[in-house]
């Protein structure tokens, strides 16, 4: 999904488990969802939770980590405080051996969080994704 130039941050979805956003009142989150963006309603003093990267690979694939953006729409000044959580950064990051069998085989490649957060950061520059290097071919 390219970035359409509107003021903001591309399409991305961010590393760890969770992600925590709290947000001043001045929409602009967006999620993918469809293949339509949606904008995420503003409950005063509230967090919004999104799946993330690493949620996606320890379960196998049955959690999506969410693709998101924003956008600014307005004159103004909107603030969001992210809070991205994850494991140490040796930490191998893999589906949980308990959720694989021959019927639901690995469907990521283990690897060092701290090997994944590097591929992350290079990829996304290039408007790719990790899961494009690290998903195996079932």
């Known amino acids: 999904m390219e970035f359409d130039g509107s003021r903001g941050l591309m399409p991305h979805t961010d590393h760890g488990l969770l992600t925590l956003l709290y947000e001043n009142g001045v929409p602009g989150l967006e999620v993918l969802r469809d293949g339509k963006w949606v904008g995420m309603s503003d ?7 999104l799946n993330s990267d690493h949620m996606e690979i320890f379960s196998n694939g049955k959690y999506k980590s969410k693709l998101h953006r924003t956008v600014v729409k307005d004159e103004r000044t909107r603030i969001t405080l992210v809070n991205p959580n994850g494991p140490s950064l040796d930490t191998i990051i893999g589906p949980s051996p308990r959720l694989l069998n021959d019927e639901n085989p690995p469907h990521y490649l283990p690897m060092k969080y701290s090997e994944y957060l590097e591929l992350q950061t290079k990829l996304i520059m290039a408007g790719k994704h990790a899961f494009d290097k690290i998903q195996l071919q079932n």
């Open 43 to 49: 409950v005063p003093n509230a967090f919004a939770v």
